[in-house]
């Protein structure tokens, strides 16, 4: 069963006193779950906020299905996002994707058999003047080829 | 040539600090506000003509206005949460220069008497998100947020707040729920926030570049400021710059700038061998403009509504002709579909229609029909939902067939692209 570190129930509870609505720590306390849960979501992650912040599981299940950066299912230890909107698919963002989930032979949504890298496409990362670009975890890699993209996974530990 | 009234120091690495921001001059404009009335600041930045930068370009001094006059608590709430396809301005001016924002937001905050903001910025934002805390701590170190703010006796607290991935919290009553701790599905107005928003209480919001612009405007007067731009549009305009041209990027310019400019001189042109084919104006949401439309166009909101176009965001997507004008749809009837909120059927459903019958187009089993039938679909989208997704759905699909239909009906007709000879499985293996 999914628990917090005290670490992290020392930040939820600190986002449930800082907003004039405590609804409003919802958000900020998924990702602290998310980072503590190897980058996703599970049903009883959502348990263990729901008790620990005293709101209804119901609620917390409403806001996380909503929002695509909480995690439905596992993924890899690095989740490498690829936009693919209009701007980066002018630039070649699609066939970089595809080049990706080729080399790590992979289906994009899906985790490689090592569990380091999932590959998704995305929408819109506000980068549009930089593509094609990808996110892998917190961190935007921007003007990419494809080449590069894949040198930069290569690089990672 | 740009005129950067709001990015001239954006160069410089230290004005992303408070001491570098100072040394420019920073936060002087807000010690001149706090000797102010609201009422003159508000005053001012009506004068000024100053339209709402994120998208919908809406009168700033009138949309403060309609806030209600008593005491109620109200909030000012910054629009951060960019995601308009072709934008990145904000991203840009929070990374560059986050005080220019704070600053914008105190002012602004003094002028409308809110105790409380909040910089909402989108979660994919790590960066910004990071570089606007920093500003903000410092913001409050030197006493610039916080009680008394400079003897004022004007007191003001502001924090962050992150999404979480949804562009339907860019639209204001949709950010106000998220903000809430709800999905971030928007709210039928009226009441607008002005009078019932975040928290049922009186609520503006503004997009990151309006409020930053505030400070120019408090700085040299509503007069210096309607020296640039048009009459209609006055001030200048960050460009997001993107898609086939040499050198894309955020560029400056004042209202009413001719695109073609924007393109050949400022953005370098098209790559070699390539030609100009189309341009959306303002953001994926904006009516297409082809090539010829493109080269007239001048860079204002009323230029551009002339030409059934909007300005939005002024994001700038260039397509040179290598491009098929079917597939590039399908990209965003695929984005639409997936951004919809779900709360209102026409959207939820006509999102997923739209996509479908350009897939289908696409993987070779459209019917000429279906041209007609993305039409009508499209037309029933429009002014029938809470919110304006649905419009910025239909309006790409309207324009494309309208200003392109030789290459669906080729589609339909030879199952492959016009432009590239392939079929849809040969460009996406």
């Known amino acids: ?157 | 040539m740009e005129t950067k009234l709001l990015s001239e120091h954006y160069h410089q690495d230290d004005f992303q600090n408070l001491a570098g921001y100072k040394k420019q001059g920073g936060y002087q404009v807000l010690a001149k506000a706090l000797k102010m009335t609201s009422q003159q600041i508000i005053d001012e930045v009506k004068a000024s003509g100053l339209r709402g930068r994120g998208g919908a370009g809406f009168p700033t001094g009138t949309k403060w206005s309609f806030l209600p006059k008593n005491n109620e608590p109200r909030y000012l709430l910054c629009n951060a949460d960019e995601g308009e396809p072709g934008t990145f301005k904000d991203r840009l001016m929070m990374e560059r220069a986050p005080h220019q924002l704070i600053e914008g937001m105190i002012i602004s905050a003094f002028a409308i008497q809110s105790a409380k903001s909040y910089v909402y910025i989108r979660g994919e934002y790590n960066e910004p998100i990071r570089i606007v805390e920093k500003a903000l701590r410092e913001a409050y170190e030197a006493g610039f947020l916080g009680k008394n703010i400079l003897g004022s006796g004007f007191n003001h607290e502001m924090d962050i707040y992150a999404g979480a991935g949804a562009y339907i919290c860019g639209e204001e009553t949709g950010m106000i729920s998220s903000l809430e701790g709800l999905k971030g599905q928007p709210k039928l107005k009226p009441p607008f926030p002005a009078v019932q928003g975040y928290l049922r209480k009186p609520t503006i919001v503004n997009n990151v570049e309006t409020l930053a612009a505030v400070v120019p405007i408090i700085k040299d007067g509503a007069a210096a400021y309607k020296k640039f731009g048009t009459e209609k549009s006055p001030g200048t305009k960050l460009f997001s710059l993107s898609g086939n041209v040499v050198r894309p990027g955020n560029y400056e310019v004042p209202l009413g700038y001719p695109l073609k400019d924007l393109i050949y001189k400022l953005g370098g042109g098209m790559k070699p061998g390539k030609k100009l084919k189309a341009v959306i104006p303002g953001g994926s949401s904006a009516p297409v403009l082809n090539a010829i439309e493109a080269e007239r166009a001048t860079m204002d909101y009323e230029c551009l509504a002339q030409m059934g176009s909007m300005l939005g965001s002024g994001a700038v997507i260039v397509l040179d002709d290598s491009n098929c004008m079917v597939d590039m749809l399908g990209n965003l009837t695929h984005f639409y579909h997936h951004e919809s909120c779900g709360q209102c059927t026409p959207c939820r459903e006509g999102t997923g229609w739209l996509n479908k019958i350009v897939s289908s187009i696409m993987e070779g089993r459209g019917r000429l029909q279906d041209i007609d039938l993305l039409v009508k679909v499209a037309d029933n989208m429009k002014g029938r939902t809470i919110c304006a997704l649905s419009d910025a759905a239909a309006l790409p699909v309207l324009s494309f067939v309208q200003k392109f239909r030789d290459e669906f009906e080729y589609f339909v007709r030879e199952g492959r692209s016009k432009v590239r000879g392939i079929s849809y499985a040969q460009m996406h293996h």
């Open chain 1, 1 to 157: 069963m999914f628990q917090l570190s005290n670490e992290g129930l020392t930040k939820v509870k600190k986002e449930l006193q800082r907003y004039e609505s405590k609804d409003s720590a919802i958000i900020p306390a998924l990702y602290v779950a998310q980072k503590e849960n190897k980058g996703w979501i599970s049903p009883d992650v959502i348990h263990h906020l729901s008790q620990v912040m005293d709101i209804a599981e119901s609620k917390i299940t409403e806001v996380f299905s909503f929002y695509t950066m909480f995690n439905k299912k596992p993924v890899g230890k690095y989740h490498v996002q690829v936009c693919c909107t209009l701007s980066c698919a002018l630039n070649g963002a699609r066939e970089l994707a595809d080049h990706l989930c080729h080399e790590l032979k992979v289906r994009a949504e899906e985790m490689t058999e090592d569990g380091r890298f999932t590959i998704s496409k995305v929408e819109c990362l506000g980068s549009c003047g930089t593509a094609p670009m990808m996110q892998v975890n917190d961190r935007y890699y921007e003007n990419l080829t494809p080449e590069s993209a894949m040198n930069i996974l290569r690089g990672l530990k």
